[in-house]
Structure formats: structure tokens, C-alpha cells
């Protein structure tokens, strides 16, 4: 009989300020963490639970409570996939019992998961909520020079100026914008000239989920990214001919184990590969870091957005962060 007990817990941690996208703000990161211990060894996985998903921090506490039982039998990463639906709570235990075969066999994570070769840095996104176009523009000024990727969240009418505003403000930047479902069709091609022309990379999520195939067909000058519309393998295949980047984040495919199998098929039927996060921790950063050592862009910003972070934490060099100390994962 196996040893490995699992604990669940919730914490709360302060973001800078506040932290906006089209749906509103917050002023904390809920995040929720899976310990998963066998003898000396301690795996560990954080999840972000998200409203727009349906999700709770009370009920992925309880969803994750609900797999003691299996977990003290012996649950692995393969029975996990089976046992649980994608999402947050499944997402935290795949990320801790990756973490504890690590820990316990001593070979790094990044070698389970058959990466050729050590994870190097990676440059991440810095994120800008969406605000007046001079707050923003005095945000970009403030973070362009040690932060070249931005990334900004629009929201609607006004976003035009917004970007523009940034743009003046970071003239050497390069940009990529997240209306996170807040367009319109005709605000999409009213807006993508004006972005191609300002250098804008990317336009993520412009219509709301479910609204994507509107998009097919349309000559959008701007490379169009799936947030909300994308979430695990089989989303992929409905998004062929609408979007050209997904953007993968183990929130939404139920932990590291698909979001590698996600990125593998999304990179063989030709899709960019945008790595994503929530606002969270170092924790749930870490595991991330290994889907970004294959994406054309890397989104994970979390801990820079919060007030204070956990301890050891992801290293930031500003826009460059550096693969995780085994203290913290992996």
C-alpha cells in the first residue's frame, strides 16, 4: 500500500494594485495548492479556480478532498486524467505528483517529461490591465525598457487609443493585445488594420467563446490567439481556420501532462503556441516553464503582478525568467 497522503489548501496573495480585464478587477490571487506526500518526499501543484469556468475555490477544494482516497492508493498522473475532468483541481494534483516523482526518483522533471535538453530562460510578457490611455501609457513607459514583450488587456470602444497611447509611449516594444472576449465582429475589423499598422503581433480572444466561427474566413491582418476558446486537445480541432495561436495554460487543460500532449499536437497541425497563466504564484508558473521552452510566446507574469510571492520563487531578471530551483518544483 502507498504511503502518499494528499493535503489541500487555499491561500490568498495581494496583487500590486489591482489587476483588470474587460470582466472586472480583483485585488488578491485565490489560488489553491495539492500537497502530495510519500515518506520524506512532497510533491506540490497550485491552481488558479476560475469564475468563468464555473469554478470555485470551494469546490475545487472539494473536488481534490474527493481524491484522498485514490491518492492514498496509489493515483498517478495517467489514472488522474481518467479520474478527474480537465480544469483547476485537476491541474494542482497533476502539477504535485509530477513534482513528487522528482522528488522521489531524483531525476528533474523536465527529464519525465523528455525534453532533450535542460529548460532554458525564457522571456515572458509583461501584462498592462486595461485602463485610461495615459495610465496605460505611463504603465508601458515605466516597463518597456526592462520588459520588451507587453501585453496589453483591452476591453472594447476607446481600445484604438489605448494602443496607440502605449505605443508612443513604448515606440520599441513589441505588443500583443487580449480584448479577452470583449469585441465585436465589426470591432475586429474595424480595430485589426489600425493594430497591424501600430505593430501589433497578435490580437488574442477578440469575440466571446462559442462566437468563434464568425472568424472563419476573415483576412485579419493581425494573428488571431485562442484564450477562452481554447482549452484542452479536443479543442483543436474546432479551432483549425479561426485562430492561428492557442494559448495553453494548465488551468485550463487539467495540469502539465496535457498541456505537453497540447502543445506537441498544436505545433503538428500548425498552430503558434502561446503559454498562459493566471494571476498566481511562482508554484503555478513552474511547471509552465516547460511548455514555454516550445512557444512562440510566453505569458507567465503572475508573481511581477503580485505584491509578494512565495519563497523560493520563479527568478525574474525583468522580462527574463529563469527554470525553477528544485525547492520550488520540479
Known sequence: MSAQQLTVRRENFPIRGSFRISRGAKTEAAVVVAEVTDGPHRGRGECVPYARYGESVEGVVAALEAMAEAVAAGLDRDSLSRLM????????????????????SGVPAWKLAGLAEPPGPLVTCYTLSVDEPEAMAAAARERALRHPLLKMKLTGEGDLDRVRAVRAAAPAARLVVDANEGWTLDQLHRFAPVLAGLGVEMIEQPLPAGQDEALRGVACPVPLGADESCHGLESL?????????????????GGLTEALAMTRAAHATGFEVMVGCMVATSLAMAPAILVGQGARYVDL????????????????DGAVVQPPVAELWG
Open 85 to 104: 475532468p480537465p480544469g483547476a483541481a485537476r491541474n494542482a494534483l497533476d502539477c504535485a505528483l509530477w513534482d513528487l516523482e522528482a522528488k522521489r
Open 237 to 253: 480541432d474546432r479551432l483549425r481556420g479561426l485562430y492561428q495561436v492557442v494559448n495553453v495554460k494548465l488551468d485550463k487543460t
Open 301 to 316: 507574469d503572475g508573481p511581477l503582478l503580485l505584491a509578494r510571492d512565495r519563497e523560493p520563487g520563479l527568478h525574474y
